[in-house]
């Protein structure tokens, strides 16, 4: 599959909220399943967020509550929306396809995104 593109990042303060854009070309023709993933500077990344073609989803416990994960198939984009935003959100966050429901080889294969980053400051 064509490299997923992030977008919606910037730099705003604690409290505040900011939706991020994952397209990933033909992600919804094979039914892939969609991630998100965080790496803040000298750590390693972690999971986030994910959201399969039948919408189900799931958040790491830190996040939980607080951000949403949605998709426009249609547009072959997913969503973060990430509200009341702390310090401990600030990182450089990817998308990347994987397995799901009657979904293809290519999700897994396919490659991660460059990122989008987020700033969060108190």
């Known amino acids: ?11 705003v303060q604690a409290g ?4 991020l854009s994952c397209t990933a070309p033909e992600f919804a023709s094979n039914n892939c399943a969609v991630n998100w993933y965080r790496q ?3 750590k390693q990344r972690e999971w986030v967020s994910y959201i399969n073609s039948i919408g189900d989803t799931m958040y790491a416990d830190s996040v939980k509550g607080r951000f949403t994960i949605s998709q426009d198939r249609a547009k ?4 973060l929306q990430m509200n009341s935003l702390k310090p401990d959100d600030t990182a450089m966050y990817s998308c990347k396809t994987s397995s799901g429901w009657r979904s293809t080889a290519d999700c897994v294969t396919a490659s991660w995104g460059q990122g ?3 700033t969060v400051s108190s």
């Open 16 to 19: 505040e909220s900011l939706r």
């Open 1 to 11: 599959l064509v490299q997923p593109v992030e977008s919606g990042g910037g730099s």
């Open 116 to 118: 989008t980053q987020v």
């Open 76 to 79: 072959d984009t997913v969503y």
């Open 40 to 42: 803040a500077a000298g």
